[in-house]
T-cell receptor, first 114, second 113 residues
Framework: NAGVMQNPRHLVRRRGQEARLRCSPM?????VYWYRQLPEEGLKFMVY????????ESGMPKERFSAEFPKEGPSILRIQQVVRGDSAAYFC????????????FGPGTRLTVL | KQEVTQIPAALSVPEGENLVLNCSFT??????LQWFRQDPGKGLTSLLL?????REQTSGRLNASLDKSSGRSTLYIAASQPGDSATYLC????????????FGAGTQVVVTP
């Protein structure tokens, strides 16, 4: 059973461009979580999604950030008009049953904004 | 609001010594607590998950305890090895959190041969 997959592993964008980060959960997992790790800071929750639903987006910045988890395909975290402060490692986790379940993390996408 | 603190921030021990890593949290209404390991430039590896009804969990050389009333968890690693060098993260899920973890800043561990 393959683990959580994220791509790309490294992404470089110039200020003002869009960044799309993809997360494929483990087989059989329908719950996806996105976390962000800023340089020298701990991981911060961003958003929790179930297939076609956003369950909790309390950690998402109000502007420029959006996330989806369609019925088919990977979960996408989209950052529009990136700024230098968006440079971070973005981790995706998945779980089979949702609330209270063990979360399995992917290797992360390291976004660098020039 | 739940706050999770890990002390110390960094720890260096010679090989063979036991490691003791501490995690404290301010809101005792937790659903579970999970310990992770993070290697440089890599993702997180789950080590142990303790449900709120449990006092401890063990896996090999690892043992994690949970004391909800005092808001503390401790991760013990017996007979440390250089391969244990990594950052260890504590994450707490509160009962009203809808599944999200609140992470501590981590303890960076170096085990010297």
């Amino acid at each position: 059973n393959a683990g959580v997959m994220q791509n790309p592993r490294h992404l470089v964008r110039r200020r003002g461009q869009e960044a799309r980060l993809r997360c494929s959960p483990m087989k059989g997992h329908s719950h996806v979580y996105w976390y962000r790790q800023l340089p020298e800071e701990g991981l911060k929750f961003m958003v929790y999604l179930q297939k076609e639903n956003i369950i909790d987006e309390s950690g998402m910045p109000k502007e420029r950030f959006s996330a989806e988890f369609p019925k088919e395909g990977p979960s996408i975290l989209r950052i529009q008009q990136v700024v230098r402060g968006d440079s971070a490692a973005y981790f995706c986790a998945s779980s089979p049953k949702g609330f209270g379940d063990t979360q399995y993390f992917g290797p992360g996408t390291r976004l660098t904004v020039l | 609001k739940q706050e999770v603190t890990q002390i110390p921030a960094a720890l260096s021990v010679p090989e063979g010594e036991n490691l003791v890593l501490n995690c404290s949290f301010t809101d005792s209404a937790i659903y579970n607590l999970q310990w992770f390991r993070q290697d440089p430039g890599k993702g997180l590896t789950s080590l142990l998950l303790i449900q709120s009804s449990q006092r401890e969990q063990t896996s090999g050389r690892l043992n994690a305890s949970l004391d909800k009333s005092s808001g503390r968890s401790t991760l013990y690693i017996a007979a440390s090895q250089p391969g244990d060098s990594a950052t260890y993260l504590c994450a707490v899920m509160t009962t009203d959190s809808w599944g999200k973890f609140q992470f501590g800043a981590g303890t960076q561990v170096v085990v010297t041969p």
